[in-house]
């Protein structure tokens, strides 16, 4: 079975990021889309809810598992017997950084091999820092992301919008 992890943070998945499972899910027998939890790291969404918003999102490809793990992405990938981890690259700013992991990866576990899948032209610019930007100003994040994240992501700033403010 050829088995890929595809690692993120995914707080949240964006329409870039389904563009890589997609095009994985077609190229591998199981795509373990893997959740970093990182205690040191605050997402706007908690980590059972990027799990839940993730599950959803890709429930229509019967490959897709949402997954999670702590500690090294190699120990994870071996552990789950993962031949391939995948990485997304946006843009050449991407590159440097990513190339960098794929070598310390390949030192750790040279069994290992990282791939580079680039989304679509129409999702290179796009991140989840800058969907959480426009969703908290108010702006229309439609064509960013799938419904579900879309309605998420309304919910939270809605909330946190009414939520009583303290000024000193």
Same mark, same amino acid.
């Given at each position: 079975?050829?088995r ?13 990021? *389904? ?12 795509? +373990?889309?893997?959740? !970093? ?6 997402? +706007?969404?908690?980590?059972?809810? @990027?799990v839940? *918003? ?22 994870? #990938?071996?552990?789950?017997? !993962?031949?391939?981890? $995948?990485?997304?690259?946006? #843009? ?9 992991? #794929?070598?310390?990866?390949?030192? *750790? ?7 580079? $899948? ?11 820092? *800058?969907?959480k930007?426009? !969703? ?6 439609? !064509? ?6 879309? @309605?998420? $992501? @309304? ?6 919008d009414? #939520?009583?403010? @303290?000024?000193?």
């Amino acid at each position: 079975m050829r088995r890929a992890v595809y690692p993120g943070s995914f707080d949240p998945v964006t329409n870039g990021h *389904l563009d890589v499972i997609e095009r994985a899910a077609r190229q591998y027998d199981e795509v +373990l889309v893997a959740i !970093a939890h990182n205690e040191a790291k605050t997402g +706007l969404f908690t980590f059972e809810e @990027r799990v839940a *918003l993730l599950r959803e999102a890709v429930q229509q490809h019967p490959n897709v598992q949402v997954t999670q793990f702590q500690g090294l992405l190699v120990d994870y #990938a071996r552990s789950v017997q !993962a031949q391939v981890i $995948l990485r997304g690259l946006r #843009a050449v700013s991407d590159f440097e950084y990513e190339f960098q992991m #794929a070598l310390m990866n390949r030192k *750790l576990d040279s069994d290992v091999e990282t791939m580079f $899948l680039m989304p679509k032209e129409e999702y290179t610019y796009l991140s989840s820092r *800058l969907v959480k930007e426009i !969703a908290r100003l108010g702006g229309d994040i439609g !064509a960013f992301v799938p419904d579900c994240i879309a @309605r998420a $992501l @309304r919910a939270k700033f809605a909330a946190t919008d009414s #939520a009583p403010s @303290r000024k000193p």
